[in-house]
């Protein structure tokens, strides 16, 4: 129903900064919640922040409250994630998902998907 397409990982030394970049297509109109995810290898898909349609609503995996900073631009279909002192443990590969269903912002049961993009961070 909605197209996801991620950019802007990269590798970075700890400390630095990335922005991750999502753009949605199809049927977008009534996606009440875009949200990030991250995969480390043989590990958990983990949350990392989500976000309601106007931004009024905005969620924080503790792990990355204070340096992480999610937006969107619904004028360009696009979701941003702002990676501020990044560290060693935030190397993962990055997905952007778009949901229907408000009440399963912080779980991985979102209805579509973006292919990933990796960030990897150097200590």
């Known amino acids: 129903q909605v197209q996801l397409v991620e950019s802007g990982g990269g590798l970075v030394q700890a400390g630095g900064s990335l922005r991750l970049s999502c753009a949605a297509s199809?049927?977008?109109?009534?996606?009440?919640?875009m949200g990030w995810f991250r995969q480390a290898p043989g590990k958990a898909r983990l949350f990392v922040a989500g976000i309601n349609w106007n931004g009024a609503r905005i969620i924080y995996a503790d792990s990355v409250k204070g340096r992480f900073t999610i937006s969107r631009d619904n004028t360009k279909n696009t979701v941003y994630l702002q990676m501020n002192s990044l560290k060693p443990e935030d190397t993962a590969v990055y997905y952007c998902a778009a949901t229907y269903n408000v009440l399963i912002i912080t779980t991985p049961n979102y209805d579509s998907w973006g292919q990933g993009t990796q960030v990897t961070v150097s200590s």
């Open positions: 199809g049927r977008t109109a009534n996606t009440s919640v």
